[in-house]
Structures are given as structure tokens and as C-alpha cells.
């Protein structure tokens, strides 16, 4: 088996700083994550990001990405964007039940 030692400071930047590893020709790592959500979404019926703000308000666009990594926990089929509140409750729960705190509080 080789091993290869990585030692230089992109990848230990990297590591501290997941965000490093998306942002390509000094661009800002706003633009890299937002780019990263729309890549995600891709195919998603009702999903347009275009911001951190309006594109998220009524939880499809966390529910897409959340259902991209745990088709089984989140059943985007059967959303609507009329149901925020089941939205969120959907993506939060998901994302719990791997793990993820889903509020400040929890870290």
C-alpha cells in the first residue's frame, strides 16, 4: 500500500475550513457555497437559488439538499412550498438523526 504524506498548508487549511476547498481563482467563498447549493439542487422541482435569503424561505432548497445526501429521510415528492413549516420540520429532523445540531443552542 502507498501512503502519501500531505503536508502542505492548502490541506490543513483545507481541513480547518471546508469552504477553502470550494472557492476556485480567488473568488469569495459566499459565491463558491452558493454555487455549491444551485450544483446540489440541480433537477429539483421548485428550487431556484439565487441568495441566502429568499431562496431558502420556504425550506425546499434545504429539504433538496438534505434529500441529496438521505433520500429516505426527507420524501421531496410529496412537498409543497405552501408547507413551510412541515418543510423545515422534515429538514431538521433529517438532519438530526445523523447528527447535525439544527440550532445554535445544541453547540
Not at 61 to 83: E, V
Request: aromatic share 10%; net charge positive; with cysteine.
Amino acid at each position: 500500500m502507498d501512503y502519501v504524506r500531505r503536508n502542505s498548508y492548502g490541506d490543513i487549511s483545507d481541513r480547518k475550513d471546508p469552504l477553502n476547498a470550494l472557492v476556485k481563482n480567488g473568488g469569495s467563498k459566499r459565491n463558491a457555497l452558493l454555487k455549491w447549493c444551485q450544483n446540489k439542487t440541480v433537477g429539483y422541482r421548485n428550487i431556484d437559488i439565487t441568495n441566502f435569503s429568499s431562496s431558502w424561505n420556504d425550506g425546499l432548497a434545504l429539504c433538496a439538499i438534505m434529500h441529496s445526501y438521505l433520500p429516505d429521510r426527507i420524501p421531496y415528492d410529496q412537498m409543497s412550498p405552501n408547507d413551510k413549516r412541515r418543510n423545515f420540520s422534515l429538514a431538521f429532523a433529517a438532519a438530526e438523526s445523523v447528527g447535525i445540531p439544527t440550532s445554535l443552542n445544541n453547540m
